[in-house]
């Protein structure tokens, strides 16, 4: 796992961010449609998540985005009629299918305990079938962590982005080493990342407690 340069596998995936407006989503997703390089890719978007700001901040280029399609549901109905209709629209040039927050509209006032339930496991089931049928990556997130424990009954995949003094980084389940944190738009390096790009040099040795602060020292 190279930070947010993170190849996300065919599937659904979830990603577990520290908040509902965080942008380690544009971020995959911009990297994403960035490594694909065509075809189209859909966002279904949940408290309008969907800055177009933080993307084109986010993206190397316009031309990233130019496949990708966003609607936008303020209902928890809205939301699963999204779901159901990009089944009806992807096709193998699909490259990525994203949700965000996507079980938050579910937790609305409005809909009945049972009927909250029933709908969103059939957004749910939705999705990971899709991501299965159609072997894209299929990239949800959850903020709050009973929707994380729902969601990760559909998921092939986690992702947990942490916070840290250094910046944020991105947890798998592969155990991978952390080889960056962002900082905004700013990307920090540690030694494993160099260690991947030049190999290992004998000089550096890891300190205690340096996996936490994201940093290593050089001894001579």
Avoid: K
């Amino acid at each position: 796992m190279h930070g947010f340069d993170l190849e996300l596998e065919p599937g659904l995936t979830l990603l577990e961010v520290p908040s509902p407006r965080s942008t380690a989503v544009h971020r995959l997703v911009c990297r994403r449609l960035a490594d694909t390089d065509g075809g189209s890719s859909y966002w279904i978007d949940a408290h309008n998540t969907a800055s177009t700001h933080v993307l084109y901040d986010c993206a190397a280029s316009q031309r990233v985005l130019e496949g990708l399609n966003v609607a936008r549901a303020f209902t928890a109905y809205q939301h699963h009629s999204l779901v159901r209709a990009v089944v009806g629209r992807v096709d193998e040039a699909t490259t990525l299918v994203v949700a965000p927050n996507v079980a938050s509209l579910y937790r609305d006032a409005d809909l009945a305990e049972w009927e909250r339930e029933d709908l969103r496991a059939a957004t749910l089931e939705t999705l990971s079938e899709l991501g299965s049928a159609l072997g894209c990556p299929v990239l949800v997130t959850a903020a709050r962590e009973e929707d994380a424990a729902t969601i990760g009954d559909y998921a092939e995949t986690s992702i947990e982005c942490v916070r840290t003094r250094e910046g944020l980084r991105l947890e798998g389940e592969t155990g991978a080493v952390v080889e960056g944190y962002w900082h905004g738009r700013y990307w920090q390096t540690t030694i494993p990342y160099w260690v991947e790009c030049c190999g290992a040099v004998e000089a550096v040795d890891p300190v205690v407690g340096a996996h936490d602060r994201g940093l290593l020292e050089v001894t001579a």
